[in-house]
């Protein structure tokens, strides 16, 4: 990571702007109670109290409709995962086209963008 990318990340972080957290606060407010939620690695927390949340290390291990066909509301993905397939697409073409796939076929609903770590919501149905 160069020193401009550190600087920025230290800057939000001291700022309090980290997508983890205000996309958790997002989620805890604004997802209908008792939705059913995929969480893919290194996403935020969801509070499993308030939701039925089944975690996935990779989300690209099922095809989209297997999602709709589990009976998830809402698919989440983190670029702490995500993204280090798309800064080597040379090399990791075909885990590229699973997750351009799982995210074309569902609704983005929102995107929170930290600057070092980006989280998108999908509506399933």
């Not at 990318?5 to 980290?18: S, V």
């Not at 109290?49 to 009976?71: C, K, M, T, Y």
């Not at 995962?81 to 351009?100: K, N, T, V």
């Amino acid at each position: 990571m160069c020193i401009r990318d550190r600087t920025l990340r230290e800057n939000r972080i001291l700022a309090g702007e980290l997508s983890l957290e205000t996309a958790a606060e997002w989620l805890a407010d604004n997802l209908e109670p008792g939705a059913r939620v995929a969480v893919g690695a290194y996403s935020p927390f969801v509070d499993q109290s308030d939701f039925d949340v089944v975690g996935f290390n990779s989300l690209i291990d099922h095809p989209p409709e297997w999602f709709a066909a589990q009976g998830f509301d809402y698919v989440i993905a983190a670029s702490g995962m995500y993204g280090r397939f798309y800064r080597d697409p040379a090399r990791y073409a075909d885990e590229i086209a699973l997750y351009d796939q799982l995210f074309g076929a569902f609704e983005l609903v929102r995107v929170f963008d930290d600057g070092f770590n980006e989280v998108r919501v999908y509506r399933v149905r």
